[in-house]
Nanobody, 132 residues
């Protein structure tokens, strides 16, 4: 099982920046995929970035490319119970970025065709509101 806690949401004006953090802790020493998703009202949950602890490689969804950057703190994820953080830097924010942002995880390699239903572990989410 992976415990996930998000923080860093808030309200900013268009063009501004925010940094979200996802504190992850796994009960296992296995590698796992940590992902950032977001869900706007009336829309499906979409993934923004996925980071695989086994390779240190991050992949980005179309909505994130060019404006959002995921950074891992380098914590030792292969120690059961160890905590690690995956942050998401959001730049040049727009009103249509307004959404609830979630952190998710599963014990598999990250894949670009994964959807929200493929992730069994979720944080509680953090709200991001962008005003024009």
């Amino acid at each position: 099982q992976v415990q996930l806690v998000e923080s860093g949401g808030g309200s900013v004006q268009a063009g501004g920046s925010l940094t979200l953090s996802c504190a992850a802790s796994s009960e296992s020493s296995l590698n796992y995929c940590i992902a950032w998703f977001r869900q706007a009202p009336g829309k499906e949950r979409e993934w923004l970035a996925q980071f695989y602890t086994g390779t240190g490689i991050t992949i980005y969804g179309d909505s994130a490319k060019g404006r959002f950057t995921a950074n891992h703190d380098g914590g030792d994820v292969n120690l059961a119970g160890a905590k690690t953080t995956l942050s998401l830097q959001l730049d040049r924010l727009r009103p249509d970025d307004t959404a609830n942002y979630y952190c998710a995880a599963h014990y598999m390699r990250c894949r670009g065709d994964f959807r929200a239903a493929d992730f069994p572990y979720w944080g509680q989410g953090t709200q991001v509101t962008i005003s024009s």
